[in-house]
């Protein structure tokens, strides 16, 4: 079960990355004006989609993980819900406990978002510099 998490996360991590570059890539192969505008207009919604299914797939991930070790979520105190979990898994479902307390999963997919916003900056501008170094 983790490794299926791990592998999801790692394959949307990668999509954050890879995503605008391929983008750039389609868009560069298209006959439209204003390549630029439409880059930043789809990548903004393609970002921004990607962003709210990373973080809503973190937060449903801990919860499926906490299921999985055998963690009581209706349980009142830290002994029922900790009754059926096995003793070496201990500290990760604690770990996973206090990773999905505090702000919630769209907030943090706004967090993402904003930060992520001069990675589409960045590729644009290496971009234009690969462009102009090849026909200079």
């Known amino acids: ?5 791990t592998s999801l996360n790692l394959l949307l991590f990668v ?5 605008p570059i391929l983008l ?8 439209l004006s204003h390549k630029r505008i439409w880059f930043y207009g789809l990548g903004l919604v393609l970002m921004a989609f990607i962003c709210t299914l990373f973080a809503w797939w ?8 906490l299921q999985h070790f055998g963690y ?7 002994r029922a819900r900790f009754k059926n979990v096995l003793p070496e898994h201990v500290n990760t479902v604690k770990s996973l406990e206090i990773s999905i307390m505090g702000i919630g999963w769209p907030v943090k997919a706004m967090f993402v978002f904003v930060m992520y916003l001069p990675y589409l900056w ?6 234009y ?3 102009r170094i090849k026909y200079n």
């Open 15 to 19: 999509g954050l990355l890879v995503g």
């Open 1 to 5: 079960m983790e490794w299926i998490v």
């Open 58 to 65: 973190r937060y449903t991930s801990d919860l499926l993980l």
């Open 72 to 78: 009581n979520m209706d349980g009142i105190n830290e």
């Open 129 to 131: 510099l690969i462009k």
């Open 122 to 127: 960045v590729v644009d501008g290496i971009n």
């Open 24 to 31: 750039l890539r389609g868009i560069g192969r298209t006959h």
